[in-house]
């Protein structure tokens, strides 16, 4: 009876134990400075479309400019938002995709949850435009850099999947100028 009491509690405290490091994991923060180099691939990662559509990035863009504006908290949506609305107030020719991307199992556990959360703020009609990346998030925000994770990284693949513009610095008129340049 002792020996089950005992087990008892060392099953309690290592299940505590693991909790914590899982919730510690989740909270914790590294910051990355950006990888992307102009003129190179850009790294290959999966995700899923808000419509459901499994995604492999950049196989699904070739043959095509491509933006792609990766948000890595809430609040940058703020700034992709602004971009999306300089390209179309300057009637900008490119498709363009939102690139929620989370990093962490505790989010990857939640992903079905956050993904509901985007569809109820996101016309249906757009769902595909909207890319999440959870199993692949750290390794995207290695590259694209997550230092000022509320600024949108803006990044542009020509048809063969080479960057030809890379800006993380918060949308601006200048920043918009420059990417139409580059198109």
């Keep these: 009876m002792k020996l089950i009491v005992e087990l008892k509690i060392i099953m309690k ?4 134990l693991f909790l914590l490091s899982l919730l510690l994991q989740g909270c914790a923060n ?13 790294i290959e990662f999966k995700g899923e479309s808000l419509a459901g559509e499994a995604t492999s990035i950049p196989q699904v863009f070739s043959g095509r400019n491509t933006l792609l504006l990766f948000g890595y908290v809430h609040k940058s949506q703020f700034d992709i938002d602004r971009w999306l609305i300089g390209l179309d107030q300057t009637n900008t020719q490119v498709a363009a995709y939102e690139i929620p991307t989370i ?3 505790i989010p990857q556990m ?3 949850v956050f993904d509901d959360a985007m569809r109820e703020g996101i016309p249906k009609e757009i769902w595909q ?11 995207v925000q290695k590259y694209t850099g997550n ?21 993380d610095r918060g949308f601006s008129v200048e920043a918009l100028n420059a990417l139409r340049d580059k198109l």
């Design 13 to 16: 405290n290592f299940f505590m």
């Design 30 to 42: 590294y910051d990355y400075p950006s990888q992307v180099v102009l003129g190179e691939n850009i």
């Design 103 to 105: 990093k962490g199992m």
């Design 110 to 112: 939640f992903s079905t």
């Design 129 to 139: 435009g909207v890319i999440t990346v959870y199993k692949d998030g750290e390794k």
């Design 147 to 167: 230092i000022k994770p509320k600024n949108a990284r803006v990044l542009l693949i020509n048809a063969q999947g080479e960057v030809t513009h890379f800006y």
